[in-house]
C-alpha cells in the first residue's frame, strides 16, 4: 500500500500525458484536480485503517524500503492541500495553455517526489526523491522565462546543487561506516562509533545540507529571490510545502531516525533555529514586496519548528510538529492571498496598495485569519503551537531562547500587522478602486485553508491528541 | 418570620424601579408609590424587628451566602431607618414638587432605604459591601440631581466614599482570609498584627461612611448643592445609623478591641480631632444648611469617642448618641427645609425675625437645637453624659476635647437660632407664612421623638441600646438604666460649658449688634484668623490635598507613560527597522555572497560538532 502513494501520481502522470492532443491539454486540470482529490480520500481510507489497526505498513517499491506512519500520512495531506490550492492558483494566474499544462505536470511530479521523500526508509532514496521534487521546482520557477524568474531559479540551482555535494558526500561516509543506507542500520553504526569525528562531520555536512533545502539562516540566500520571482502557484506549492518537506521534515525525521537528539546536534539546531527566527522576521520588517516578505517571514517561522525539534524533548517535537503543519497552511493562505493581490491589482509593492479589504473582502477576511495565526494569536492554531515550542523551551531550560522566542513573535506580529494595514486597511486608493476578489480558485482555496487555520485552532485539543500526538511518537516513541 | 425579611430590601428597590418607569408627566403616582412603599416596609419593619430571625440562601459561592439576620440591633436600626425613611418622604411630597428630576430622587431614595436594610441585615461580608457600596451610587445620584454644580460635589463624595469604601473592601478580604468566612456573626478576630490592618482597614471604612474627619468634605459641599432630604436621609440619619452600627460592630463583635488597646485609643482620638475640628468649622458658618452639615461631622466625633472608650458607658453614649443624633439633626434639616422653601434662602445674613412667622418651625428647631447642644432634659443631653463618663475613665483629655466641643455647638446654635429666628424681620420676608403641613408632621414628629428619648430615656436605652452590648460586659448593673446622669460633676460642668456658651453669645454679640456675627470674635481671633481663613479656602481639605497629590502623581505617571511609549513607539521600533535595513542590506543578490554565508555556515556547524568530541 505505501508504494501507491508514489505509484498513483506516476499513473496520474502517464493519464495527463495520454497523446489525445488539445482534448488533454484543455482536460488537464481537472484530471489533475481529480487526482490529487483522489489521493487525499486515499489517504484518508488509509489513515482511518492506520489509526485503528495502529499498524505500520512497510512495503518495497523497486527494493526500496518504504514505510507509512502518522507523521507521513499529516506530510502527505499537507502536501495534497497545498498542491490543490496551488491548482486552483494556477488555474487563474497561468494564462497560456501550454505554460499550465506544463505547471500542472510539474506539481504531479514534484508531489511524487514529496510522497516519496515522506515514505522513504533509506537515506539514499530520499536523497532520490528530494532530487526529483527539486527538479521539478527549478523548472516551475523558471516556467515563464522572465528574467528575474531565471534568476530566481538559477539561485535555488546553485545553493540545491551545493545541498546535493554536502547530502551525497555524507552520504557516502555513512555508508562507508554502516555498510548499508537504510534509516535503522545507519543508526545502529552511529550509536556504535558515536564519537567518530569523520561521522559526526558527516551528520553536520548532511544537516547543513537540509539547512539549504529548508532555508535557514545563513544558508537561506536562495530563498527569498526565488520565492518572490517565481510564478504564483509555483511561490504557493515552494513556500508551502516542497521547501519544508525537503528541508524540515527531512531534517525531523533524520534526526529522529538516524542522528539521534545528541546534546551538540540540538545545540546546531537551537542555534540556527533562533537565528533563523531573528533575521527572518527582522528582515520581514523590512521589506516592501509583498512576496519577499513572505519569504522572509517562512525563514522565520520555520525557525520555529525547527528550534521545537532541537529541544529533543516530546513536548517541543509535538510543538515542532504542529507548527509544521500549521505553517504550511497559514504561509500557504498568505501566499494564496498575495498572489490574489497581484492577479487584481498587478501590484506586489505594499506601500502602492491600500484598502483592499473593501473591493476583496474574502482575501482580506482569510488573511487576517492567517496573519493571526502567524502570529500566534489565541484562539489561532498557530498560537497553540507556538506556545508549545516556548513552553518546551522553557521547560527543557532554555531560557534565554525562549525570550527570543516571544520577542520574535512580536515582532511577527508587527511585521503582519504592517502589511495588513498597507495592503488591505484603510480606505481605497482612487487607482485601484475597480479592483475585484481574483476569482473563484483563489476565494475557494483561502476559504478552505483558513477554515482549516481557524478549526485546527478551536479544535486543538482534539487535533492534538488525534493528530499531533500519533505523529510524534513516530519520531520519539 | 425568617422568609419575610427580603421584603424590606426587595420592597423599596421595587418601587423605586416602578417610579423610575413613570413618565415624567404623569403627577402624584410617583409620590404615591414612594409613600406607599414606605409605609409598607414601616409596617413591615414594625411586624419583624422585635424577633430574632435569620433568611439564608445560597448565592454565588466562594463563600457568599445571601443571608439576613434580624436581631435586636439590626432590627432597631432597621426600625429607625424605615421610620426616617418614612417621615423624609412625606416631608419631600410638599418640599420637592416641582423639583426637576423627581422621579430619580425618590428612587434614590427608596434604593438608600433599601440598600441600608440590606447592608444593615446581611450577616455576610461580601453581601453587606454590595449594600454598602449600592449605597455610594444612590448618594452619587442624589447629589448629582442636585443642579449645576452638584455633579462636582457628587464626584467628589464618590471619590471619598469610593476610597474608603476600597479600604473596607481591603479589609473585608483581609478579615475573610484570616477567619476562612465572611460570616459576620462567625468572625472572632485579636487586634494585632495583620488582623490589626484589617481592623483600621474596616475602621475606616465604617467612619468614613458615618462621615468622620478626613472623609468628611463632601459633607458641606453636598449641603449646599443637593436637595435637602438627602441630607436629612443620608447623611444626618442613614449613613449616620449604618456607620456607626458597622462600628460597633466591628469593635464589639468581630474583633476583640478592649479598653487600653492602641485600636480604642486611635478611636478616641478621631473622635475628639473630629468633634473639634468640625465644630469648629461649624461656628463660622454663615449658611443654615452648612452650618448643620459641619454638626453633621462634627457630633460623629461623639459616637467614635464614645465606641473607643471601649467602656460600657461610653459604648452606649456613643450608640444612643447615634439615634438621637439621627433624630435631631434630620429634625434641623428638616427644619433648614422650610425656612428655604418658605423664606426663599438659607443664607443666615439675610434671615432674621422668622419666629413670629414660623412659630411651629421655631419651636421643633429650639427642641432639636438644645438636644444637639446637650441641654437637659433633652435626648442629647444624656447621650453626651454618657459619652463624657466614658471619655473621663479613659483620660481627662478626651473628656475635655468633648467638652470644649460641646461648648461650641451650644455657641453656634445659639448664632444660628438668633440669626434665623430672632432679630428683626426682614422686609422681603413680611408674606413669609409657615410651612405646609406634610412638611410640619416629620418635623414635629421627630422633636416629640428628642422630648421623649430625652424625658425617658430609660426606654430606649432599656430596651434598644442595653442588649447590644455583650452580656459579660456588666451592663445590666450600670444605674443608667434609672435613666438619671451618672454623676452630678459631669452634669455641673456640662451646665457650666452651656452657660459659658451663652455668655460668649452674648458677648459677641454685644459686641457686633448682629445675631449672625456673634461668633465672629472666635472667628476672627489672632491666631485663628490665618487657619480659618486657609480652611474656608480648600487648602485644608483633605480631598483637594489628595488630588493636589493625584494630580502630581498622575503628571509623573504621565511622564513615566510617555517614556514608556517612546521606548516602545521610537526607540524599539527604530532600532528595529535599523536592523532591518542592516539585514536588507546584506542580502546584495550576489551568488558569491550567498555561497560563502552557506560555507561559513557549513564550516561552523561541524567546528560545533567536533568541538565535543
Known amino acids: 500500500m505505501p508504494s501507491l502513494v508514489i505509484l498513483v501520481p506516476l499513473i496520474a502522470l502517464l493519464i495527463l500525458n495520454l497523446p489525445l492532443g488539445e482534448v488533454m491539454r484543455k482536460a488537464s486540470f481537472w484530471v489533475a484536480l481529480g487526482f490529487f482529490i483522489f489521493q487525499t480520500v486515499l489517504l484518508f481510507c488509509h489513515h482511518f485503517r492506520c489509526i485503528c489497526g495502529s499498524e505500520r505498513f512497510i512495503n518495497s517499491f523497486f527494493g526500496m524500503d518504504v514505510s507509512v506512519d502518522h507523521l507521513s500520512f499529516m506530510v502527505m495531506f499537507l502536501v495534497n492541500i497545498v498542491a490543490l490550492t496551488s491548482l486552483l492558483v494556477a488555474r487563474h494566474a497561468i494564462k497560456d495553455s501550454d505554460a499550465r499544462f506544463n505547471f500542472i505536470n510539474l506539481i504531479v511530479i514534484a508531489s511524487a517526489g514529496m510522497n516519496g521523500v515522506t515514505v522513504a526508509k533509506d537515506i539514499f532514496s530520499l536523497y532520490v526523491f528530494l532530487e526529483v521534487t527539486a527538479v521539478a521546482l527549478f523548472i516551475a520557477i523558471a516556467l515563464q522565462r522572465e528574467p528575474r524568474a531565471l534568476e530566481g531559479a538559477f539561485k535555488y540551482i546553485l545553493l540545491s546543487s551545493i545541498a546535493t555535494v554536502m547530502m551525497l558526500t555524507s552520504i557516502a561516509v555513512l555508508f562507508f561506516a554502516a555498510g548499508d543506507t537504510s534509516f535503522a542500520s545507519l543508526k545502529s553504526a552511529l550509536q556504535v562509533s558515536g564519537k567518530s569525528p569523520v561521522l559526526l562531520a558527516a551528520i553536520g555536512v548532511f544537516i547543513c545540507g537540509l539547512f539549504i533545502k529548508g532555508g535557514l539562516v545563513p544558508f537561506h540566500g536562495w530563498l527569498p529571490d526565488a520565492y518572490s520571482a517565481a510564478p504564483a502557484p509555483v511561490s504557493v506549492l515552494l513556500a508551502g510545502i516542497v521547501t519544508k518537506v525537503s528541508g524540515i521534515y527531512t531534517l525531523m525525521r533524520l534526526v529522529a531516525a538516524v542522528f539521534g537528539f545528541k546534546a551538540a546536534v540540538c545545540d546546531v539546531l537551537l542555534f540556527g533555529g533562533t537565528l533563523s527566527i531573528l533575521v527572518g522576521a527582522f528582515a520581514a520588517l523590512g521589506q516592501k514586496d509583498f512576496k519577499r516578505m513572505l519569504a522572509y517571514s517562512s525563514i522565520s517561522q520555520v525557525g520555529y519548528i525547527i528550534v521545537g525539534l532541537g529541544t529533543g524533548t516530546a513536548l517541543g517535537i509535538a510543538g515542532a510538529i504542529f507548527h509544521f503543519f500549521n505553517h504550511a497552511i497559514f504561509k500557504t493562505l498568505l501566499f494564496v492571498n498575495a498572489a490574489a493581490v497581484e492577479e487584481s491589482t498587478g501590484l506586489r509593492n505594499m506601500n502602492k496598495m491600500g484598502g483592499l479589504s473593501s473591493r476583496m473582502p474574502v482575501t482580506g477576511a482569510t488573511s487576517v485569519m492567517a496573519l493571526l495565526s502567524n502570529a500566534g494569536i489565541p484562539p489561532l492554531a498557530g498560537f497553540w503551537s507556538k506556545v508549545i515550542i516556548i513552553i518546551a523551551l522553557w521547560v527543557s531550560g532554555r531560557y534565554a531562547y525562549a525570550v527570543i522566542a516571544i520577542l520574535a513573535a512580536v515582532v511577527t506580529l508587527a511585521y503582519l500587522l504592517i502589511m495588513q494595514r498597507k495592503v488591505f486597511f484603510g480606505n481605497i486608493r482612487p487607482e485601484l478602486d475597480g479592483t475585484k476578489e481574483a476569482g473563484p480558485g483563489y476565494v475557494i482555496a483561502s476559504v478552505v485553508l483558513a477554515a482549516i487555520t481557524v478549526g485546527a485552532g478551536i479544535f486543538f485539543p482534539y487535533v492534538f491528541d488525534h493528530v499531533i500526538i500519533p505523529a510524534r511518537s513516530a519520531l520519539l516513541p | ?613
Open chain 2, 1 to 613: 418570620m425568617g422568609n419575610y425579611i427580603p421584603l424590606l430590601i426587595t420592597v423599596p428597590c421595587i418601587a423605586a424601579l416602578l417610579i423610575l418607569s413613570i413618565p415624567g408627566r404623569v403627577r402624584f403616582v410617583r409620590e404615591a408609590i414612594a409613600v406607599l412603599a414606605v409605609t409598607v416596609n414601616l409596617i413591615v419593619t414594625l411586624i419583624l424587628f422585635r424577633g430574632n430571625a435569620t433568611f439564608s440562601m445560597p448565592w454565588a459561592g466562594f463563600g457568599f451566602e445571601f443571608i439576613l439576620r434580624m436581631y435586636h440591633f439590626s432590627g432597631f436600626i432597621v426600625l429607625a431607618t424605615a421610620g426616617f425613611g418614612f417621615l423624609v418622604t412625606i416631608y419631600s411630597t410638599v418640599f420637592m414638587n416641582g423639583k426637576k428630576y423627581l422621579g430619580q430622587f425618590y428612587a434614590y431614595l427608596l434604593l438608600s432605604v433599601g440598600a441600608t436594610n440590606g447592608a444593615v441585615l446581611a450577616d455576610n461580608l461580601a453581601l453587606m459591601l454590595f449594600f454598602w457600596e449600592g449605597l455610594l451610587l444612590f448618594v452619587f445620584g442624589m447629589i448629582a440631581i442636585g443642579g449645576k454644580n452638584a455633579f462636582k460635589t457628587a464626584t467628589k463624595s464618590f471619590i471619598i466614599v469610593g476610597i474608603s469604601d476600597l479600604c473596607m473592601l481591603a479589609g473585608i478580604a483581609l478579615a475573610g482570609y484570616l477567619c476562612g468566612t465572611l460570616k459576620i456573626s462567625a468572625i472572632s478576630l485579636p487586634v494585632a498584627g495583620l488582623s490589626g490592618v484589617a481592623f483600621v482597614l474596616l475602621v475606616i471604612g465604617a467612619i468614613s461612611k458615618a462621615g468622620s474627619m478626613p472623609f468628611h468634605s463632601w459633607i458641606p459641599d453636598a449641603a449646599i448643592d443637593a436637595p435637602l432630604p438627602f441630607m436629612a436621609i443620608l447623611p444626618a440619619s442613614l449613613e449616620k445609623l449604618l456607620g456607626i452600627y458597622f462600628l460597633a460592630r466591628i469593635t464589639l463583635d468581630m474583633f476583640k478591641a478592649i479598653e487600653g488597646t492602641w485600636a480604642s485609643m486611635l478611636l478616641m482620638i478621631i473622635g475628639v480631632i473630629t468633634i473639634l475640628l468640625a465644630v469648629m468649622m461649624a461656628l463660622i458658618q454663615k449658611d443654615y444648611k452648612k452650618l448643620l452639615s459641619y454638626h453633621a461631622i462634627s457630633q460623629v466625633g461623639y459616637m467614635i469617642l464614645g465606641i473607643g472608650t471601649m467602656v460600657p458607658a461610653g459604648i452606649i453614649g456613643g450608640l444612643f448618641h447615634m439615634i438621637n443624633h439621627a433624630l435631631y439633626k434630620s429634625c434641623l434639616f428638616l427644619t433648614g427645609g422650610s425656612v428655604e422653601r418658605q423664606a426663599g434662602t438659607t443664607d443666615l445674613t439675610k434671615l432674621g425675625g422668622l419666629l413670629r412667622k414660623m412659630p411651629v418651625t421655631f419651636t421643633c428647631f429650639f427642641i432639636a437645637a438644645a438636644s444637639i447642644s446637650g441641654v437637659p432634659p433633652f435626648n442629647g443631653f444624656f447621650s453626651k453624659e454618657l459619652v463624657y463618663d466614658g471619655a473621663l475613665e479613659r483620660g481627662f483629655i478626651f473628656y475635655a476635647g468633648a467638652l470644649l466641643g460641646s461648648f461650641l455647638t451650644a455657641a453656634s446654635f445659639l448664632k444660628l437660632g438668633h440669626a434665623a429666628y430672632l432679630g428683626t424681620l426682614r422686609e422681603e420676608h413680611k408674606g413669609v407664612k409657615e410651612a405646609p403641613l406634610p412638611m410640619l408632621v416629620p418635623m414635629i414628629a421627630i422633636a416629640s421623638v428628642c422630648v421623649f428619648f430625652g424625658l425617658w430615656n430609660s426606654f430606649p436605652l432599656r430596651h434598644f441600646i442595653q442588649p447590644i452590648l455583650p452580656a459579660e460586659s456588666g451592663a445590666p448593673s450600670l444605674p443608667i438604666a434609672t435613666g438619671a446622669p451618672l454623676s452630678t460633676g459631669l452634669v455641673v460642668m456640662t451646665l457650666i460649658a452651656l452657660a459659658a456658651a451663652l455668655l460668649n453669645h452674648f458677648y459677641g454679640y454685644k459686641k457686633t449688634g448682629s445675631g449672625v456675627k456673634a461668633s465672629d470674635h472666635i472667628h476672627y481671633a489672632p491666631a485663628l484668623r490665618g487657619i480659618y481663613d486657609k480652611a474656608e479656602q480648600g487648602i485644608l481639605d483633605p480631598f483637594n490635598i489628595g488630588m493636589h497629590w493625584a494630580a502630581f502623581v498622575s503628571r509623573v505617571g504621565w511622564l513615566c507613560d510617555r517614556a514608556i511609549d517612546w521606548l516602545y513607539n521610537v526607540l524599539i521600533v527604530q532600532a528595529s527597522l535599523l536592523i532591518a535595513s542592516g539585514i536588507r542590506r546584506l542580502h546584495n543578490g550576489s551568488y558569491k555572497t550567498y555561497i560563502l554565508w552557506s560555507l561559513a555556515g557549513l564550516v561552523f556547524v561541524i567546528y560545533f560538532l567536533l568541538r565535543t568530541v
